[in-house]
């Protein structure tokens, strides 16, 4: 089949890979070139993980997580950091509680991070955290490029052909339009700006991705190769923006992130580096939506800031979809036709 696919962030470029493995000829539009940096899959880390609240994204990454050790071979470039992840906050806290059953309800590996355990991050005496050895975080950009380029796909920026001319040209079109998608689509999300940056470190911090799940939540990375420097990011706080124009990194949430370097990993004063804004575009029960718009003509929308981790899964779901092998309507808590 000849499948347009709308969207070169990690939705569309997963969709492209998927769909080209399996024989069709795709071609890709995005409106900015590759590897640019609007919208929500730049950068250079995300994480990966197993551990959820809710069991159901537990059991989809199940099936989603070896589908990043599936694309790590086949790429020298290094794109999967299996680090570990600690998802970590108050002992009372009823998510950490559904994170804990999650793993166990799914067979999951996990086990019990006490103070004082680590040597780097600080937790405090009334909290707990849980790890998982499966789990780390995937070098986004790369990833893009890396499907991108394995996919074959064309790839053009110009001229990006009317909704009938697509379909006229095209057997199938995949529209992954990340925070654009609001208003194509007209969907109940709302797209958000969000502030991470990195903190200066004296050498390479090694160690495991982390969630601090205490409000505000936080997450953040080791230092990335032969970089001194680890990266913080403030969830879900942005306040609503324009995908075309995101805006500046919020002043106070680089402030949340100082206080972080300060209290959990004892940098006294933390100095940043590469303040960065990314949009999310979420859900309120920041579940995925996807659907099919037209005869043959489907969409995704999954971030609520945590869809990069699925990636290949939903591009394999999407591919499905193409091929008649699946619906949306067969996942209903994401099916919005
Ligand atoms: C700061 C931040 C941290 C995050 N951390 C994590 C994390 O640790 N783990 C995790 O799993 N997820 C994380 N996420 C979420 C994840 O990055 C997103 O869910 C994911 O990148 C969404 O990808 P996408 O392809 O849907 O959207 P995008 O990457 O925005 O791609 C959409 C593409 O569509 C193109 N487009 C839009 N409209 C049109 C049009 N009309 N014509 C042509 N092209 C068009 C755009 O130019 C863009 O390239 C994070 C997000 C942010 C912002």
């Given amino acids: 089949m000849k499948i347009a696919v709308i969207g070169a962030g990690i939705m569309g470029a997963s969709t492209a890979y998927a769909c080209a493995q399996r024989g069709h000829a795709v071609t890709i539009f995005d409106q900015y070139p590759p590897g640019h940096i609007n919208g929500s899959s730049h950068g250079n880390s995300r ?18 997580y070896p589908l990043w050790q599936e694309l790590q071979t086949q790429t020298n470039e290094q794109i999967l950091f299996e680090t570990g992840l600690v998802y970590f906050g108050k002992r009372k806290s009823q998510e950490l509680q559904q994170v804990t059953e999650s793993l166990r309800a799914n067979g999951v590996t996990q086990s019990v991070f006490n103070w004082p355990d680590s040597p780097d991050i600080s937790i405090q005496e009334d909290e707990i955290g849980y790890v998982t050895k499966e789990a780390g975080w995937v070098y986004a950009s790369r990833a893009v490029q890396t499907l991108l380029s394995l996919s074959n796909a064309t790839h053009i920026q110009e001229h990006i052909p009317t909704p009938e001319q697509l379909t006229s040209t095209f057997d199938r079109v995949i529209v992954c339009a990340g925070g654009w998608a609001k208003s194509l689509f007209n969907l109940p999300v709302t797209v ?13 911090m090694e160690g495991m991705v982390w969630i601090d799940d205490t409000h505000p939540m936080l997450y953040g990375f080791p230092s990335e190769p032969e970089r001194s420097a680890i990266k913080i990011g403030v969830h879900n706080l942005g306040d609503a923006t324009d995908p075309n124009e995101p805006g500046s990194p919020n002043p106070e949430h680089l402030e949340m992130i100082r206080s972080c370097a300060r209290t959990r990993f004892g940098i006294q004063n933390p100095i940043l580096e590469s303040p960065t804004t990314c ?3 979420r859900t309120a029960d920041e579940d995925f939506l996807w659907g099919e718009s037209a005869p043959n003509v489907f969409w995704a929308s999954p971030c609520s800031g945590h869809g990069f981790k699925f990636g290949p899964w939903i591009g394999e779901r999407l591919a499905d979809f193409a091929e008649g092998k699946m619906h949306p309507r067969d996942i209903p808590r994401f099916n919005l036709s």
């Fill in 47 to 64: 994480i990966v993980r197993k551990a959820y609240p809710d069991p159901f994204y537990t059991e989809i990454m199940q099936e989603g």
């Fill in 192 to 204: 958000t700006r969000q502030t991470f940056a990195y903190v200066r470190t004296a050498e390479p």
């Fill in 279 to 281: 949009v999310y575009t």
